[in-house]
């Protein structure tokens, strides 16, 4: 109730206009951002301001819900409100309470963001390239969903996109936003990374895409580059990339 019916916050009673109960759902960093993010406030709550904001509710923990029900509310508000975002199972929310199993506090947005991998930020220093079509490589880090790198060519196995870090970096997922181009999500991917360019790790992690938004999590690990491997088929269709995060710390 106190995010409102439209996600947007319910307003203060007798408040000034745009104060509201608790924060917005739409566009929200924590709903939006690595799952851990919303799986721990649902699990453990959260007090203290946000983004220099105060509401006047605190987020009151939910940990006696079973796994199952909080991956679905999850679910729904990632994806509604004007929001787009892969779904949670209950599988994350299982691990996510396990690792945190002993706390007892609720958390503050710093502590958490502390914590939890977020985006890594200033992507125009990343260095890219790409086994196709390398001159629009920075057409995916751009911040515009309109643009997109793209391979020009229909997808087969063996295609890739690289990213340089300014420095070795610890990361531990990526986020492939394919947005309006239907069906040009990877068919199949795999990620290596190496911290010289010259030796690189086996796959930390092989999958399937299925979803233009292809989210890949994975043990933090120490990089300086890190390949993404097209590793499918899709006949007629590009690998294409309007939006690509990487998850770090």
Same mark, same amino acid.
């Given at each position: 109730?106190?995010?409102?019916?439209?996600?947007?916050?319910?307003?203060?009673?007798?408040?000034?206009?745009?104060?509201?109960?608790?924060?917005?759902?739409?566009?929200?960093?924590?709903?939006?951002?690595?799952?851990?993010?919303?799986?721990? *406030? *649902?699990?453990?709550?959260? !007090?203290?301001?946000?983004?220099?904001? !105060?509401?006047?509710?605190?987020?009151?923990?939910?940990?006696?819900?079973?796994?199952?029900?909080?991956?679905?509310?999850?679910?729904?508000?990632?994806?509604?409100?004007?929001?787009?975002? $892969?779904?949670?199972?209950?599988?994350?929310?299982?691990?996510?309470?396990?690792?945190?199993?002993?706390?007892?506090?609720?958390? !503050?947005? &710093?502590?958490?963001?502390?914590? *939890?991998?977020?985006?890594?930020?200033?992507?125009?220093?990343?260095?890219?390239?790409?086994?196709?079509?390398?001159?629009?490589?920075?057409?995916? *880090?751009?911040?515009?969903?309109?643009?997109?790198?793209?391979?020009?060519?229909?997808?087969?196995?063996?295609?890739?996109?690289?990213?340089?870090?300014?420095?070795?970096?610890?990361?531990?997922?990526?986020?492939?936003?394919?947005?309006?181009?239907?069906?040009?999500?990877?068919?199949?991917?795999?990620?290596?990374?190496?911290?010289?360019?010259? $030796?690189?790790?086996?796959?930390?992690?092989?999958?399937?895409?299925?979803?233009?938004?292809? &989210?890949?999590?994975?043990?933090?690990?120490?990089?300086?580059?890190?390949?993404?491997?097209?590793?499918?088929?899709?006949?007629?269709?590009?690998?294409?990339?309007?939006?690509?995060?990487?998850?770090?710390?």
């Amino acid at each position: 109730a106190c995010h409102g019916k439209n996600g947007k916050g319910m307003p203060i009673p007798g408040g000034k206009k745009g104060d509201s109960l608790a924060a917005s759902f739409l566009k929200n960093r924590t709903i939006l951002g690595h799952p851990s993010m919303s799986i721990n *406030v *649902v699990l453990h709550g959260l !007090t203290g301001p946000v983004d220099g904001k !105060t509401y006047p509710n605190q987020m009151i923990p939910m940990k006696s819900y079973d796994d199952e029900w909080v991956s679905s509310v999850l679910s729904y508000v990632r994806n509604s409100f004007g929001n787009r975002a $892969s779904f949670i199972t209950k599988e994350q929310v299982a691990a996510t309470r396990k690792a945190t199993a002993t706390r007892k506090e609720p958390w !503050t947005i &710093e502590a958490l963001r502390a914590t *939890v991998p977020q985006y890594l930020p200033d992507r125009k220093k990343w260095k890219l390239s790409a086994s196709h079509n390398a001159g629009k490589v920075s057409s995916a *880090v751009d911040g515009n969903l309109g643009t997109r790198f793209d391979t020009a060519t229909a997808m087969v196995p063996g295609m890739w996109f690289q990213i340089e870090l300014p420095e070795t970096t610890e990361i531990s997922g990526l986020r492939l936003d394919s947005a309006g181009s239907v069906l040009d999500y990877p068919s199949g991917y795999e990620v290596a990374v190496s911290v010289d360019g010259k $030796s690189w790790s086996p796959p930390l992690v092989k999958g399937k895409g299925t979803h233009p938004l292809t &989210e890949i999590y994975f043990s933090g690990v120490k990089a300086k580059l890190i390949k993404i491997v097209q590793t499918g088929r899709r006949p007629g269709k590009y690998w294409s990339i309007h939006d690509l995060q990487i998850y770090g710390k």
